[in-house]
């Protein structure tokens, strides 16, 4: 950024992200949306290098600088990111950062610097084992409620994608200091294209939270077909495997948006969402949602979407042959959903975290929003 852009009233934040799953479209999509804002981006990737149409997608619309790091849900032990604070404290002080947006709490933990910190926990491994495995994490995952909860402490303010997720939160971990609420958006415009008959589902399936068995299951008893998008291969090894729906294997952004305009309907089994992007995607295009039966959902779809016990594959079976047997039933939740999604909207995202960005900064991190 020049010194003109600086005295013009452009800031920069440092965003973490990584390539791995939905924080890289959330980190894309608000990045964009903050530039109107005279707000510049700064991706500071994280875990698993991205592929090159991930790389070239940041690059336009920020700076992309990927540290030799990982992520904290991918390692044994707090040990091998201890380093992860320092490396991002590091390279904000190369890039003259104005702010720190980070995507994992833990990233913040004990972070030496003098510039505002935020924090978003789109999802951490305490409250996904509150909500998965119905228990708190086991002993040698502790470390991570140690870790996340020093990130929340040391952070002038905390973002947590929905209610829900942050209710689970001060559920998990007590009252959380700071704590703010900013729905995740989606920068799909609503589509219109004629729908074919099949069921679409989309997650990473390796992980349980995603609750693919249920949904493999629903495939069987269910007369359409139902096809799975994303990976069955987790980065340490975590494998899931689908018998019965037609497991489209991991699709470019593109092509999943191509595949989403063409649902008749879209589900989600999922037992742990703190918002759930790809429903609001969906939702986007005019697809039937059904969903799962868990506190997030309700919270953003009640009355727009037709709801399963995440438990019940036969439950979930019903509900896509119902609509997939009403073609007008199927219209109106299509209907219903898209305009529920109008709520969601990126510049509606960046205006509120412009506002929680000025709220935080003692020295006026100021923006074009205010």
């Known amino acids: 950024m020049s010194g003109d852009e600086r005295s013009n009233g452009h800031r920069r934040v440092l965003m973490t992200v990584d390539a791995i799953g939905g924080i890289w479209r959330y980190a894309m999509d608000l990045a964009a949306a903050l530039k109107p804002n005279n707000i510049d981006v700064v991706f500071a990737g994280l875990g698993p290098t991205p592929t090159d149409d991930k790389v070239a997608e940041a690059g336009r619309i920020g700076k992309l600088v990927w540290l030799d790091a990982p992520l904290d849900w991918t390692v044994e032990g707090e040990e091998a990111v201890a380093e992860v604070p320092r490396l991002i404290a590091d390279l904000a002080r190369r890039e003259e950062a104005d702010l720190l947006h980070l995507n994992l709490p833990s990233q913040a933990a004990g972070i030496e610097t003098d510039l505002p910190v935020a924090v978003v926990c789109h999802s951490c491994v305490v409250t996904w084992f509150a909500a998965v495995r119905g228990s708190e994490v086991p002993p040698d995952w502790r470390w991570h409620y140690r870790l996340n909860q020093a990130g929340f402490t040391r952070a002038d303010a905390v973002i947590a994608p929905s209610r829900s997720h942050a209710r689970a939160m001060e559920a998990a971990y007590g009252p959380i200091g700071g704590l703010h609420v900013v729905h995740n958006a989606s920068s799909l415009g609503a589509s219109d294209e004629p729908k074919q008959e099949f069921v679409l589902a989309a997650g990473r399936w390796w992980d349980d939270g995603k609750n693919g068995a249920v949904l493999d299951k629903a495939a069987a008893m269910t007369r359409w077909t139902v096809a799975a998008a994303g990976a069955t291969t987790g980065p340490n090894g975590q494998t899931m495997r689908f018998r019965h729906a037609d497991h489209r294997g991991e699709l470019s952004h593109e092509r999943m948006s191509a595949l989403t305009r063409q649902a008749a309907v879209v589900a989600s089994p999922s037992l742990y969402e703190p918002f759930g992007l790809a429903a609001l995607e969906a939702a986007r295009a005019g697809a039937a949602l059904v969903l799962s039966d868990i506190p997030t959902y309700r919270e953003i779809w009640d009355g727009a979407a ?32 898209r305009a529920r999604s109008a709520g969601f909207s990126v510049k509606a995202q960046a205006e509120a975290m412009c506002s929680v960005y000025s709220g935080m900064s003692a020295r006026g991190f100021s923006t074009a929003a205010e």
Do not use: I, S, Y
């Not at 016990?309 to 199927?330: G, I, K, M």
């Open 306 to 337: 037709l709801f399963a016990e995440p438990h019940r594959p036969d439950v979930f079976a019903d509900a896509f042959n119902t609509l997939a047997d009403d073609p007008q039933l199927r219209a109106a939740f299509g209907r219903k959903a």
